[in-house]
């Protein structure tokens, strides 16, 4: 039997650091990114998680910014993996903030005899899911807890373990942040007969927001590090343009976004993202928003992500 799918995965996970280190981490889809906008900014959200997104990238996000917002993403990966995934966010008081996050990862493999000939296909599934909570204590600083749920199978093998993440997020003054954030920590699993590791994710960035009028210029970069290979670089970049309104037509907004990750040296453009965002604000405060990524892996091929968004702020919290 040959789990060529779960190959690929651990590949394109492991040369985010350009070492090859087989045996030392399992839950591979777990460093897959997550949402068409933070991986369109190269994957720099840990100081911006100013959605749903927070809930993979840095739960303290959840609690500064008081909204509640909810998001899907639909990735298709080198035509055989497929990952949903999402977050729900709700404010819970002045300085609390809940949440809800899901991932459910489906792929398909060939099974082969002892010769190696086909008898048939077999399938793989990853589901991750668990609540978050985030306090803001300080007008410019926040905690925030995440607990998961992780399950995986292939074939007629399962198993489960829980995960947990936390981070902080601190803005000394309007529109810089720092933050910082750390991944998947959790007990090991045994699947068949190996021991599994989570691949726990020390994370650090920084944000600037650059705002203009009704537009702004949003910068962020990241750091961050596996227990499996070193320290890696990501930037990213967003503009908001804002349309404006005419007549009755609700206020509209265009964003574009670009990213670099490091790590990737599988060809010219691997490791760039190119996304853009379109937002129809139905009311103020009240907006639907459709996001879209293309994640280049070189010579194994791209991905691509979509996301939809409803998002409503009664108040933002700075």
């Keep these: ?159 489960w373990t829980v995960s947990f993440d936390a981070g902080v997020l601190y803005q000394p003054i309007r529109h810089l942040t720092f933050a910082a954030s750390l991944l998947h920590l959790g007990p090991p699993r045994r699947f068949v007969q190996e021991w599994e590791y989570p691949p726990v994710n020390l994370r650090t960035g920084t944000a600037f927001k650059l705002p203009f009028d009704k537009h702004y210029l949003l910068l962020a970069g990241d750091i961050s590090v596996y227990p499996d290979y070193g320290p890696n670089g990501s930037l990213g970049g967003e503009v908001k343009i804002d349309l404006g309104s005419t007549g009755n037509r609700p206020r509209q907004a265009v964003y574009l976004r670009a990213g670099y990750q490091t790590g990737l040296r599988l060809g010219t453009w691997s490791g760039f993202s190119f996304g853009i965002g379109y937002e129809y604000l139905l009311t103020p405060g009240l907006g639907l928003t459709v996001d879209a990524v293309y994640l280049s892996y070189g010579i194994l091929g791209s991905s691509e992500r979509v996301s939809l968004g409803l998002r409503f702020s009664p108040q933002r919290i700075r």
């Excluded at 777990?30 to 949402?35: C, H, I, N």
């Excluded at 729900?88 to 809940?98: H, N």
């Excluded at 010769?115 to 926040?142: K, V």
């Design 1 to 159: 039997m040959c789990f060529r799918v779960t190959g690929v995965l651990f590949l394109v996970s492991a040369v985010f650091a350009g070492r090859f280190e087989p045996g030392v981490t399992g839950f591979t889809f777990m460093k897959l990114g997550v949402g068409a906008r933070p991986v369109a900014m190269g994957g720099a959200f840990t100081a911006v998680a100013d959605d749903a997104n927070a809930l993979f990238y840095n739960p303290a996000g959840i609690g500064f910014y008081r909204q509640f917002d909810a998001r899907i993403t639909m990735m298709q990966m080198l035509k055989t993996v497929s990952y949903l995934s999402g977050g729900l966010t709700i404010p819970a008081g002045k300085r609390l903030g809940v949440g809800l996050s899901l991932g459910f990862l489906n792929a398909t493999d060939i099974r082969r005899d002892e010769l190696g000939q086909e008898i048939g296909s077999i399938g793989i599934y990853d589901l991750i899911a668990g609540p978050g909570l985030a306090w803001r204590f300080l007008p410019g600083l926040a905690a925030g807890l995440n607990s998961k749920v992780v399950y995986s199978r292939i074939d007629s093998f399962s198993t």
